[in-house]
């Protein structure tokens, strides 16, 4: 069974960094495409960056109109690792960010795509 852990959420005023990572366990985290995505108070979760999967670290990546040019997603597959790398952080980047792993063969922003999600964390950028 797939385990997903995620770190490094926290409070940050607006223009800062944060970085995020996620954690992945029981099965062979290479053959996963990985996805993060965020849901703040009363709205949808919506899809915010992903990386398909790779024999090697890297892969092909999909990244949201709102956060392109200011966020990087990235995995390390000798850690079994996926990061989020956030810029000029916005107050509207506040929410919970989840990470998500499924088997697709394609990167995807689809939620239904994904078969294992973690507990997410918090992210809250002040103005």
């Known amino acids: 069974q797939v385990q997903l852990v995620e770190s490094g959420g926290g409070l940050v005023q607006a223009g800062g960094s944060l970085r995020l990572s996620c954690l992945f366990s029981?099965?062979?985290?290479?053959?996963?495409?990985m996805g993060w995505f965020r849901q703040a108070p009363g709205k949808e979760r919506e899809s915010v960056a992903a990386v398909s999967w790779s024999p090697i670290s890297g892969g092909r990546t999909y990244y949201a109109d709102s956060v392109k040019g200011r966020f990087t997603i990235s995995r390390d597959n000798a850690k079994n690792t996926m990061y989020l790398q956030m810029n000029s952080l916005k107050p509207d980047d506040t929410a919970v960010y989840y990470c998500?792993?499924?088997?697709?063969?394609?990167?995807?922003?689809?939620?239904?795509?994904?078969?294992?999600w973690g507990q997410g964390t918090q992210v809250t950028v002040s103005s």
């Open positions: 029981g099965r062979t985290f290479s053959t996963y495409t």
């Open positions: 998500a792993a499924g088997t697709v063969v394609r990167v995807t922003s689809a939620p239904e795509q994904y078969d294992y």
